[in-house]
């Protein structure tokens, strides 16, 4: 079981080029992915995507690629310096400014560097290897907190689990106690024990007050809630939906037997907090 929350690096070094990878994900719904490079390199856009997904299913994942050119020579493109020399040098003067040649160059430089307009086989390569280096590290570091909101969850299902023994082990005293007013009334009212009046209303209430499918749900809900928590793959979103279904068990019950409301506010406890958990789980 992964949590949604990591970080990741990574870096790969060639001949003309080094690039570094970082990655961050948070919650999210489903996978969403975030790119932040430049823009000579959208040709590697599906690339990454593809290689994220391969090792992610959900999270809001977001990916800085930063690349440098190893390759020697000069940042600047002296052709590009000349032309803009030349034309600060026309605007100047047909606005009849003087401007000194330091300024010129100044200016000139600020847009003379070179551009890199292709991705080549290196560079594309690159790129794959430190991202996949990062998203190692992001999913190792997924993992371990995932190991922290498994100690977490279990702990609540313990709970739970205590809880629902307590309220199992005194549905019957509540029951009785329930059998014992309506028979009190039933002899104030000089009504026997067996008079269809007391009978129909007994049948009635213990109908009512009937838990038993409620707490097998819970139980069942429980079972599967404790599997999933030691299966692989993307199990967030059926743990969110397995505690909606025992916060709604939950809430017949206690509607059926207000009596215990103590242990289902308990238990209603445990769950919300549940729900809070699963919800940054892959």
């Known amino acids: 079981m992964r949590s949604m929350t990591g970080f990741g690096k990574g870096e790969a070094e060639g001949q003309n080029w080094k690039v570094s990878v970082m990655l961050r994900s ?4 489903g996978l969403d992915i975030s790119l932040r490079m430049t823009s000579y390199l959208m040709p590697l856009e599906e690339k990454l995507r593809a290689t994220i997904k391969s090792g992610l299913r959900r999270g809001s994942v977001q990916v800085m690629l930063d690349v440098e050119n190893k390759e020697s020579g000069l940042p600047i493109d002296l052709d590009k310096l000349k032309e803009n020399v030349e034309l600060l040098k026309r605007i100047s003067q047909g606005a009849g400014l003087e401007v000194g040649d330091d300024k010129l160059f100044e200016l000139s430089l600020r847009y003379s560097e070179k551009s890199q307009t292709e991705v080549d086989e290196e560079l594309s390569s690159l790129a794959v290897e430190a991202l996949q280096k990062a998203l190692k590290e992001l999913i190792e570091s997924r993992e ?10 279990t702990t609540r299902i313990k709970n739970i689990e205590s809880y629902l023994r307590e309220i199992i082990s005194r549905k019957e005293e509540v029951l009785d106690k329930v059998k014992s007013k309506i028979v009190e009334r039933a002899k104030r009212l000089e009504l026997p024990e067996e008079h269809p009046t007391v009978i129909n209303e007994l049948l009635f209430l213990l109908e009512k007050m009937d838990v038993e499918e409620e707490i097998t749900r819970l139980k069942s809900h429980i079972d599967r809630f404790k599997r999933l928590m030691e299966s692989d793959g993307d199990v967030g979103k059926k743990l969110e939906f397995l505690a909606q279904e ?4 939950i809430n017949t019950l206690g509607n059926k037997i207000p009596d215990m409301s103590p242990y289902v506010v308990d238990i209603k406890g445990e769950i919300d907090r549940i729900k809070q958990q699963v919800a940054n789980v892959e």
């Open 26 to 29: 948070l919650n999210g719904r």
């Open 144 to 153: 371990r907190e995932g190991k922290v909101l498994k100690e977490d969850l």
């Open 246 to 249: 025992m916060h709604r068990e």
